[in-house]
């Protein structure tokens, strides 16, 4: 039986992530890096697919546990009736290769523990060969090896290997699982270390010649320094820091980018085909991003960001993606693995994502919108800026007219989808922003025109009277979330009555208290994203939608509804992309990187505009928000 998906912790090393239970089982870890085969794959499948579990040997759940105060140093208590026990997880920030570590420490009497380790390459499908090196065990299979060591009085079972005999440290043997028994008693600490290396170097890897307390300090001393810049002096400070946190540790520092989530194939409906690899970095971030890293306080994260952003998107912009890799890659398969039973029986499991060759007209405008708040910043762009700004708009010109398949990446028709031309209005707008910052208006009339027409024609083609409300798309009644984002890009101010409107119909998609991201389909495929079943809501619409609340001046309102979602973090206060506002239930991949950034974005804009006794703007100097600059030059139409 799989723990929800809200019983898992995040640790990283800003390269890679695992995910621990609150039954103290490591049930994913993809190594070395984010978008890697998983060597720990229990979360979509059964304990034969991978986990490594360090819990009394009877099982259960732990009495309590906690991050570190601003470190990303998890802490679960084990409390049995002969004694306390604590076990600390952490993932040094990497010098010296990947690794985990599991510190034990007794607090009161005796406690017994148990380790087991089962290690499978390839997403849970490749048992390993194992052999012992001194006191390491090493498993094997094609390019990966992992290193465990041990350190204090620790038996390894004769059953730790399938050949069902004490391994020979000669021998190399099929590994089903190591288990390890061992008893803590007040004041004694024990540390195992698991380390990953190319199965082709001989040697113990690096990483395993720290000692577990050295890197202990070191981990905990790097994320509080890197905590302490945080900017954000409001009333949501510890769910602000924490989503930060969060966002960071999703970050992939060799290159800058940030991954939406670190796991694949955690459904939007449980035993549903909505499963999605979210290990990938998507463009539709990237404004949001960059505002919650500058309004935060973290310019060099900021810049990293944008610098991944304009390596990813070069070439011709005919081929401008939704979705990249950890480097800036371009091509990501979608495959299955028939292996895998899947999260609660969802199937399939992905692996890769077929977003890559879908056509969004949106992410013209979030690359736009990225850029203009750069060069606001006074983050340096590079001098093949203005190039790079003539080349996407020649290109969107062009094409503004297509249907596409829109912020939702649909898999059904393509459709006029009203938040991508409100999008396309946005790249028209920033490019002419950027012109008069730059000195460059050797363009600014056919952008103009660009950004004139497209209004009129949303106004005209997504404005439905009847409901006074903006649609998902041209010829729909349907309703969309996204339509919550219009006053925040500036297509329209907040004080407008059609702003109002489209607020005031969002109620349609309420679920208790949530907010879908459109309405839910029948009992066949949906009409619009082509799938079946239903989902849960989207964590990052009911955050919109406190936003918008918050700047029509319904401030109370909007602070219950942010405060709705930050109730339903899970205990260590990370958020799913989805919520079950029925079952109660975490949904999606997980921690989400939209989920957090969106929180993040909003209790600053609650903040500011007062929507909480007591607060007042946060500290420090201004910081560029996504909202267009000057409410006198917001346009309107009609």
Not at 73 to 94: H, I, S
Not at 133 to 154: H, I, K
């Amino acid at each position: 039986m799989n723990a929800h998906i809200e019983d898992y912790a995040l640790i990283s090393d800003l390269q890679t992530a695992a995910l621990v239970g609150r039954n103290g089982s490591v049930d994913w870890l993809c190594l070395p890096r984010f978008d890697s085969p998983a060597c720990f794959a229990a979360l979509l499948g059964t304990a034969g697919h991978g986990l490594w579990r360090v819990a009394p040997p009877h099982g259960g759940t732990c009495a309590r546990r906690s991050y570190r105060p601003d470190t990303l140093v998890l802490d679960t208590y084990w409390e049995c009736p002969t004694g306390t026990a604590r076990v600390t997880d952490f993932m040094p920030p990497r010098s010296h290769g990947p690794c985990l570590v599991r510190v034990v420490e007794g607090l009161s009497g005796t406690v017994a523990l148990r380790s087991e380790l089962r290690p499978r390459f390839h997403h849970g499908r490749i048992k390993p060969w194992a052999r012992t090196e001194g006191r390491c065990t090493v498993a094997v299979a094609g390019p990966d090896s992992l290193w465990v060591s041990t350190e204090g009085p620790m038996e390894i079972r004769g059953d730790a290997y399938s050949t069902g005999r004490d391994p020979d440290p000669r021998d190399s043997a099929v590994l089903d699982a190591t288990v390890v028994d061992f008893t803590v008693s007040a004041g004694q600490r024990l540390s195992l270390q698991l380390a990953w290396a190319p199965s082709h170097l001989p040697d113990p890897p690096d990483a395993l010649g720290v000692p577990a307390e050295t890197a202990l300090k070191a981990t905990c001393d790097h994320w509080r320094r890197w905590t302490a810049r945080c900017r954000y002096q409001g009333p949501w400070r510890d769910a602000v820091t924490r989503s930060l946190i969060t966002l960071k540790a999703l970050t992939y520092a060799p290159t800058g980018g940030v991954v939406a989530a670190p796991t694949t194939s955690l459904p939007e409906c449980l035993g549903g085909e909505r499963n999605w690899d979210h290990r990938f970095c998507w463009l539709r971030d990237s404004t949001l991003t960059l505002s919650a890293l500058l309004r935060g306080g973290y310019r060099e994260e900021a810049t990293a960001w944008l610098d991944w952003l304009v390596r990813a998107v070069a070439g011709d912009p005919a081929d401008l993606q939704a979705v990249y890799g950890l480097a800036g890659q371009r091509r990501l398969p979608e495959t299955e693995a028939p292996w895998l039973p899947g999260y609660e029986g969802s199937r399939p499991v992905r692996f890769g994502n077929a977003a890559v060759d879908q056509f969004q007209l949106d992410v013209y405008g979030e690359v736009l919108d990225t850029l203009h708040l750069s060069l606001k910043a006074g983050i340096p762009v590079g001098p093949h800026l203005w190039s790079l700004v003539k080349s996407l708009m020649g290109h969107l010109r062009a094409h503004w007219h297509e249907p596409d398949q829109g912020l939702w990446e649909v898999r059904g028709d393509r459709r006029q989808f009203v938040h991508s031309k409100v999008m396309v209005w946005v790249a028209a707008d920033r490019a002419l922003r950027m012109g008069e910052l730059l000195g460059r208006n050797e363009c600014a009339a056919q952008w103009r025109a660009l950004r004139d027409e497209v209004h009129r024609e949303v106004c005209r083609a997504g404005w439905d009277a009847e409901r006074e409300s903006f649609v998902q798309a041209y010829g729909t009644p349907a309703l969309d979330a996204s339509a919550l984002l219009i006053p925040k890009v500036g297509f329209l101010p907040a004080d407008d009555p059609r702003v109002h409107g489209t607020v005031r119909a969002m109620r349609a998609l309420d679920h208790h208290g949530f907010l879908r991201r459109y309405a839910p389909g029948g009992p066949g495929p949906h009409r619009v994203d082509g799938m079946r079943g239903a989902e849960g809501t989207v964590v990052a619409c009911s955050l919109w939608y406190a936003d918008a609340l918050a700047a029509t001046g319904r401030l109370a309102e909007a602070r219950e509804a942010f405060e709705r979602v930050l109730a339903i973090r899970n205990d260590v206060g990370l958020l799913a992309e989805q919520w079950d506002p029925v079952g109660h239930r975490q949904l999606g991949n997980a921690p989400a990187a939209f989920s957090h950034i969106a929180l993040v974005d909003t209790a600053f804009a609650l903040t500011r505009a007062g929507a909480c006794p007591g607060a007042g703007p946060p500290s420090g100097a201004p910081c560029p928000s996504r909202r267009s600059p000057a409410a006198s030059d917001r346009r309107r139409c009609g």
